[in-house]
Structure formats: structure tokens, C-alpha cells
């Protein structure tokens, strides 16, 4: 069996950049190069080429995988022992099928050119579902004379795991091999070194020319206008039995699953087209993300690298969601309760009440070679959890829900004052408790992103600015549960352990000479004066003063953090700065937006806007499609924004910032409470003049809105209402 070779050069740059950070994700070849063509569906993705291929290369992420396993390493099909001629290929609007169309090319035998090219043409179409990918390969000449050709579909599969794929070096894999079954089928078995048997199932309909277990060939003969098709079905299970919908019903249930949640949320339309091509990007991959468990609706992080539940990523995703689909934050919720910490384990550092940071399901996860199975090392997740439960009764009032989850409302808040705050200062902190986790626990994880002026790296517990601030929040959201639910006396607690932490964190985190929150205080509660975008969440959680928020903002927009095209992660001028860096530079789609809403929060529109403006900007030059981070070398004249090169596209929390950007601009909220709808200083970024919001819902209310520019006033108009619901603008 074919192995993906380990990729030495991505092993020396990762040690190279201190890769004793162990989940150092090597580049050795960039995304960007081509833009690949990906498609989702539950546990399975996969990422072929514009010719719907999977080429693989050490370092290259092509392939299909599933439970975070690399069932398909290798596919291609060659036309008499040529690639095809590249016509088109898309992915269509809903993410749920792949289109790519080819032609033959000069066919030469001898010194006779027996087919020119472009007389067949090729169709391809791909899609996911239920732990399968489905192809039909489609053929029709166009010539006025039979051609006689045959098609090669070469395949290979390699069942690396994800980490070894992102450059993890292994001691032992298990053993593999693909044998050919009949004439219609073959087959690759790998027993992993966990026992689990892990299969590759091929079908092919009709049954091939020639078939064995790297290759299936097709000898067509096709009269003048003939057409033929051929699918091919590739089922990844832990199963040797074969099973499955046929081609056209799989398609029918793809299309309809998509159609349906598409339906659920609200449509937005605006007089902008480009505009209206990003938001339904955003829209439809957030749609492919979004998985189906048992606990409900869940969005996967991002793809290749992070398409597994992740808690911090998932409950920042539902906050983007939440005026637009409030059924996304009921599954995040459920699911993080249903697999929140309920004992102490120092390898995946689980800890009673803590909330999940990701989960695995792979061999290396299986075994332990990686803690990540259930893996608990994130300090933001639970205060982030208590946050979205508050956010999401707002918005839905849907107090059975909030019930249900309030005996893990309250374990989180016990972590948060003990397990979270072990020396008891009133600020929770992290410590890394095994070699095998992570360094850094917050949103930024990279093992070099905190640091002290000076440069040096934070030592001891550290405490982050940020999620001192989502704390305050999230017992300010507490306190409001525990009232609804009857429970006086603990919301009043609440409401002043909130208080004492604001006074506390001003005095602890102000910077009045750098005009900023530090980022953090290490070990020894020495903050670290570095201005970095991680201030401006505190202004999304509320804890900062409004004279400190203004000045905050005004550094945030300052040049040295704001590059044009959005504000970096690290201010130009700071000892770690490099704007090609992970963490120390660049610009995160996820964080502008939350940082805006921030702004909103205080009335500072206008820096809404320039955000908004960068970004729209920016993800014209990129697809359509913001991805995970780009670099964040300043604007120039001319040129687009500076791609880096493994960024995850499409990627949950990206695709939700043009969601959160909208909303911060009208300033718009929905008190379930009062059944409203409120624009507050609503504002319209310059490229917009109208929008229209359709089917935006509250409870079993329904309402159609108009939004139009008039100067610098924006108009809000009722188009239709369905039920008692209000709408009121707020100048």
C-alpha cells in the first residue's frame, strides 16, 4: 500500500519555529495556490483540485477524510493516459455539489492526431453524504465520427491520520492493503494500531473495463452524439459490510437538507451584488459546517485542519449566528453540557464544570499519541458557555432550554472561582498541565503570542485579558438566568462578584501611559504592556469604563494597529510584531468583528464602519470568502491584502464576521422579552444604500424589514409582520 511519506522539510520548519510546540501546523506548500474545491457533510470532508482530483503531496491536505481519518489520499482520471483539459469547475452557491467540466486533448498515436481536442466533453459532479462521496463521471461526442478512448480512475488510500497529515511524526502506524472484490468493487482495509478496522468501500456502476485495487478503466466507444455515464461510490466506514443510498436518492436528501436550512434562518438581500455574493458565501458555508448531532445543531470549525466540534469556535459562531439562527446556539449549548468535564484527567486537563475544547476522533486521539479525544485545555470556553446561554435567552426566551441547562450553568461557574482561579486573586488563569497540550489557552494559541514588552514570553499562570472580561459577562448573563429561575439571592451574588471583578480588572489591567488593557499578567501578576487586539474584547464583554473603551478604540484604529484591512492581532512596533505570524500580526476576520460589536456596544459606529469597509474589501480579492487570518502588511494602492499561506477557508468563526459586521452596523438586537426588534443608531456601511432583513424571527413572530440610506439617517420600514412583534429604532 502507498504511505504518505513523513514530510522532513515540515518537520525542520517546525523545529525551526520552536515545534517543540507539538500542534505546529508545517506549510510547506500553500492553500492559496490554487484554491481548492471543498465539500462537507457530517464527520466527512474532502478537498480536491479544480479538476476534481486528489494529487497528493507531502505536506498537502487533499483527500477525502472522515473522523479525522484520510480514507481517500489519492484519485485521479486520466483520458488515454492524459489529463483532461480544464473547462470549469465550482462548487455550486449551497456547497453541496461539485461541478467540474473537461475535455479530451489532442489525442496522438504514432504521428496521427486519431482525436483533437475538445470532441468529448467530460462532466464530473461530486458531493458528500452520510460518510460517502458520490460521483458521476458523464461523456458526450460532439464530433460527427465514433471515437473509441478509454478512461483511467486511478485511487489510493493511505488512512493517515490528521495529525500525521499536519506533519506529526509517528513511531508506528498500523498495517493496510486493497484487494479487488467481483467486477464492480474494491476495497482498502487498515487495521490501526487502536483495533479499529477502517475501510475504504469503491462501487462502480456500471461495472469497469479493467478493475483492480488502484485502478478502474473504462474502454468507451461513443457514436457521433452519444452519451454515456459511469458512477463511481466511495463509502469510508469501520465496517467491511457495503451500504448505502444509490446515486440519485443521496443527491435528492443533499439538496433538500440544504434547501431546508437555508429556509430557517432570516434572508438577507442589499443594493450592493457583491455584498449579497459574500453574505451568501458566508451563509452557505457556515450551512456546510453546521453538522447534525445528537445534542442538535453544531459548526464544525473550519476545514482541513479544525472540522471536529471545537467549544471556544463554536460558541463564538452561534454569538454570530444568533440574530439570524438562534437553533445553532441551542445545539452548541446541548452539545458543550452533554460533554462538559465532570472529573480530573491531566492529560486532556478536564476539570469538574470545565467546557470541552475539542474533540477527536481519530487513531492518534484513540491512543493518546495526541491528548485531544476530549480535550479540555482552553480557559475562555466556559465563562464564553455562560455567555451564550444568557445571549441565547435573550434572543429566544426559551426558558425550558435554559432549565435544562442551568445545573451546567452553575458547574461552570464553580470552575470559574475555583478550579479556574487557584490561587484565589479573582482572576481565573491558565498553567499548560502536560507536555502533550497546549501552551497557550486562550483564543490565541500559538506557543510564542504572549509576551511581554521587552519580548520575553509570560511565564507561570497567566491570566488574559479577554476572559477576565467574558467573566464579567458571563456572571452578568448568570445573574439574569438565576432571577428567571427563581433564584434571587444567587443572581444578587452574582451581580457583585461582577462588580467587585470590573473594579478589580481596571485597576489590574489598565495601561494608562499605553492608553490600553495589557494583554495578560503573568505568573508573578506582572502585566504585560502590549497593545494587542485582545483589548477590544473587552469592550464586546462590557467590563471596560466608557472613557477607556473610546481611548482603546482610538488605538485600535490607529495605524499601527489597524492596516487597512483590518487590526492585527499585535500592533506594528511590538517586539514580537510580524504580520506573516500566526498570532503577533495578523488580521483575524473573527476577532475584527467581535472587536466592532465591542464598538457598537459604545456607540462607536463610525470605527464599526472603517472595520467593515476594510474587510468587505479585502474579501473581494479572496474568493469571496474570508478566511481563517490573512498577514497583516499595511494596505497599498492596488493590491490586495497578503494571504497566509495554511489558512482554513472556509473556516466557522470567518464566515460568521460578515454576520456579526451587519449586525453592529444597524445596531441591531432582538429582546425576546419585550418581542422587539431594536436598531440602535443603525448605520449603513458606504457600499450599502438599502437592505432588505426577510423572516426574521421571534418566537412564532415573523417580520420582513426595509433599511434605507436618507443622508446620514438610515429609515426602517415593516415590509410585512406576521404575529405581535415591534420594531423600534433607536437615533
Keep these: 500500500m502507498e504511505q504518505s511519506p513523513l514530510d522532513s522539510p515540515a518537520q525542520a520548519a517546525a523545529e525551526h519555529q520552536g515545534a517543540s510546540a507539538p500542534f505546529y501546523i508545517a506549510a510547506t506548500a500553500s492553500f492559496q495556490e490554487a484554491w481548492p474545491r471543498t465539500l462537507k457533510h457530517g464527520d466527512t470532508f474532502a478537498m480536491f483540485d479544480a479538476h476534481g482530483d486528489i494529487l497528493n503531496a507531502a505536506g498537502n491536505p487533499a483527500g477525502i477524510f472522515h473522523q479525522d481519518t484520510r480514507y481517500l489520499s489519492g484519485s485521479y482520471l486520466l483520458i488515454e493516459g492524459h489529463r483532461p483539459l480544464l473547462l470549469s469547475s465550482r462548487v455550486h452557491d449551497d456547497n453541496a455539489l461539485l461541478t467540474v467540466d473537461l475535455a479530451n486533448p489532442d489525442i496522438v498515436r504514432g504521428d496521427e492526431i486519431v482525436m483533437s481536442r475538445e470532441t468529448l466533453h467530460f462532466v464530473r459532479t461530486k458531493f458528500l453524504w452520510e460518510g460517502s462521496c458520490y460521483e458521476r463521471i458523464a461523456a458526450e461526442n460532439f464530433d460527427r465520427r465514433a471515437h473509441e478512448t478509454r478512461l483511467l480512475l486511478w485511487f489510493a488510500a493511505d488512512f493517515a491520520d490528521l495529525f500525521e497529515v499536519r506533519g506529526m511524526h509517528r513511531s508506528g502506524r498500523g498495517g493496510c492493503y486493497g484487494e479487488r472484490i467481483g467486477s464492480d468493487q474494491a476495497m482498502f482495509q487498515y487495521r490501526g494500531l487502536d483495533g ?82 459574500v453574505f451568501c458565501r458566508s451563509v452557505s458555508d457556515l450551512n456546510m459546517l453546521i453538522t447534525e448531532t445528537p445534542e442538535g445543531l453544531y459548526p464544525y470549525a473550519g476545514i482541513p485542519w479544525f472540522s471536529t466540534a471545537f467549544g471556544r469556535d463554536g460558541i463564538i459562531t452561534a454569538m454570530q449566528m444568533l440574530w439570524l439562527n438562534p437553533d445553532v446556539a441551542k445545539g452548541v449549548l446541548r452539545f458543550l453540557a452533554a460533554h462538559q468535564a465532570t472529573g480530573y484527567d491531566e492529560l486532556s486537563e478536564a476539570e469538574p464544570g470545565k467546557i470541552l475544547h475539542e474533540i477527536r476522533q481519530g487513531e492518534m486521539a484513540e491512543l493518546g499519541e495526541v491528548p485531544f479525544k476530549h480535550y479540555y485545555g482552553s480557559v475562555d470556553s466556559t465563562p464564553l458557555f455562560v455567555m451564550l446561554a444568557g445571549r441565547y435567552f435573550d434572543r429566544t426566551g426559551d426558558k425550558s432550554t435554559i432549565a435544562h441547562l442551568w445545573p451546567h450553568i452553575e458547574t461552570a461557574l464553580n470552575w470559574i472561582d475555583n478550579c479556574g482561579d487557584p490561587d484565589g486573586d479573582g482572576f481565573i488563569e491558565y498553567r499548560q498541565r502536560t507536555d502533550k497540550g497546549l501552551n ?26 479577554e476572559v477576565q472580561a467574558y467573566v464579567f459577562a458571563a456572571k452578568r448573563h448568570a445573574a439574569k438566568l438565576a432571577r428567571q429561575l427563581g433564584r434571587k439571592e444567587h443572581a444578587e451574588a452574582l451581580e457583585r462578584q461582577a462588580d467587585s471583578l470590573r473594579k478589580r480588572f481596571e485597576q489590574a489591567f489598565w495601561c494608562e501611559d499605553l492608553g490600553t488593557y495589557a494583554l495578560a499578567l503573568d505568573g508573578e501578576k506582572h502585566p504585560c504592556r502590549v497593545k494587542s487586539s485582545n483589548a477590544g474584547h473587552a469592550l464586546f464583554a462590557g467590563i471596560a469604563s466608557p472613557a477607556r473603551a473610546r481611548r482603546v478604540a482610538t488605538g485600535l484604529m490607529r495605524r499601527e494597529a489597524f492596516s487597512g484591512w483590518g487590526i492585527r492581532t499585535l500592533n506594528e512596533g511590538e517586539k514580537r510584531y510580524n504580520p506573516m505570524s500566526y498570532h503577533n500580526g495578523s488580521v483575524w476576520p473573527h476577532d475584527n468583528a467581535i472587536i466592532a460589536q465591542g464598538f457598537a456596544r459604545y456607540g462607536l459606529k463610525e470605527e464599526v464602519l472603517r472595520i467593515f469597509s476594510g474587510l468587505f474589501e479585502a474579501v473581494q480579492h479572496m474568493d469571496m470568502r474570508l478566511p481563517e487570518l490573512f498577514c497583516g502588511f499595511r494596505q497599498r494602492p492596488s493590491s490586495g491584502p497578503t494571504l497566509y499561506p495554511v489558512a482554513c477557508a472556509p473556516q466557522a468563526w470567518a464566515s460568521g464576521a460578515p454576520l456579526m459586521l451587519l449586525a453592529a452596523s444597524l445596531g441591531l438586537t432582538i429582546d425576546c422579552a419585550r418581542n422587539e426588534i431594536r436598531f440602535e443608531r443603525p448605520l449603513l456601511p458606504p457600499v450599502i444604500d438599502d437592505i432588505a432583513i426577510r423572516n426574521l424571527r421571534i418566537g412564532h413572530c415573523t417580520a420582513d424589514l426595509s433599511l434605507q440610506r436618507h443622508g446620514r439617517d438610515v429609515v426602517v420600514d415593516v415590509l410585512k409582520r406576521a404575529g405581535d412583534l415591534r420594531v423600534v429604532t433607536i437615533s
Design 440 to 465: 497557550n489557552q486562550g483564543w490565541k494559541d500559538s506557543k510564542d503570542c504572549i509576551m511581554h514588552a521587552d519580548g520575553r514570553l509570560a511565564e507561570g499562570a497567566i491570566a488574559l485579558v
Design 196 to 277: 479499529v478496522d477502517r475501510y475504504t468501500h469503491l462501487q462502480f456502476s456500471p461495472p469497469p473495463s479493467m478493475l483492480d485495487h488502484h485502478h478502474a478503466a473504462f474502454d468507451l466507444n461513443l457514436a457521433a452524439g452519444e452519451r454515456w455515464s459511469a458512477v463511481v461510490i466511495s463509502r469510508f466506514r469501520n465496517s467491511a459490510r457495503i451500504g448505502g443510498p444509490r446515486f440519485v436518492p443521496a443527491l435528492r436528501a443533499a439538496r433538500r437538507q440544504s434547501r431546508f436550512r437555508a429556509r430557517e434562518a432570516a434572508a438577507i438581500s442589499t443594493s450592493n451584488a457583491v455584498f449579497n455574493k
